[in-house]
């Protein structure tokens, strides 16, 4: 997959609009009850960052961001201001915030995650871009400051030796969503005090 590994400008993706998107199958029958089947495992979010500019400086930026990605060819990096931590965005981030799995004495990678919603009902979210220098990571709830490291493109946490059978893996960390462009054109209007607008900039979340 095409990617850059280059963050939106986050100034502007502040005010943008979205998040997670799911693709629920609903069949309606003539008694009334209805079949429903989910067609995505995993939602997928949208957003658009159209909302987000404003001044002319910023469609300037968000015009040559779009032209150095060749509109929809390349992905990159971008910060959900609503979700972009593995806690509320209120606290800061801790090394036991997610649990990310149960070590087997051999395992030495795991992947980052986050968990919405309670024990019996929950959704696990892989994360794929971790923020570098924000990962933290705990064994046994006794944060750990090395024999470990992240792959900032893939999201793994890969242990220098395997941690003992049974023990808790947990992290703590930022994570940016990878999008792209979701159309190959950007559709300016200019007023007569040339002061930039736009209706629309949709992004789209590519799939890990």
């Known amino acids: 997959m095409a ?3 280059e963050r939106f400008p986050v100034n502007i993706a502040r005010g943008a609009r979205g998040g997670p998107r799911r693709r629920t199958q609903v069949v309606e029958l003539s008694s009334g009850f209805e079949e429903r089947n989910a067609a995505w495992a995993d939602s997928r979010r949208e957003f658009d960052i159209g909302y987000g500019i404003r001044s002319n400086d910023d469609l300037q930026e968000v015009v ?3 032209e150095a ?3 929809r060819l390349y992905g990159f990096r971008f910060k959900d201001w ?3 931590k593995s806690c ?3 606290r800061a981030t801790d090394a036991r915030d997610q649990l990310l799995g149960f070590a087997t004495g051999t395992t030495t990678q795991f992947q980052l995650r986050k968990r919405y919603g309670s024990d ?3 959704y696990w979210r892989a994360i794929t871009k971790p923020v570098a220098g924000s990962v933290r990571v705990a064994v046994d709830g006794i944060e750990q400051f090395d024999g470990w490291s992240v792959d900032h493109a893939t ?3 890969t242990f220098s030796a395997a941690p003992p059978a ?3 893996i947990r992290a703590g960390f930022e994570f940016d969503v990878p999008v792209r462009f979701g159309a190959d054109m950007i559709d300016v209007t200019l007023d007569i005090e040339r002061t930039g607008t736009i209706a629309s900039i949709p992004l789209i979340e590519l799939r890990a």
């Open 155 to 157: 999201g793994l946490v």
């Open 3 to 5: 990617f850059h590994d």
């Open 166 to 168: 049974g023990a808790e």
């Open 120 to 122: 019996a009902y929950g």
């Open 82 to 84: 609503s979700d972009y």
């Open 88 to 90: 509320t965005p209120s």
């Open 64 to 66: 040559a961001f779009f």
């Open 69 to 71: 990605r060749n509109g």
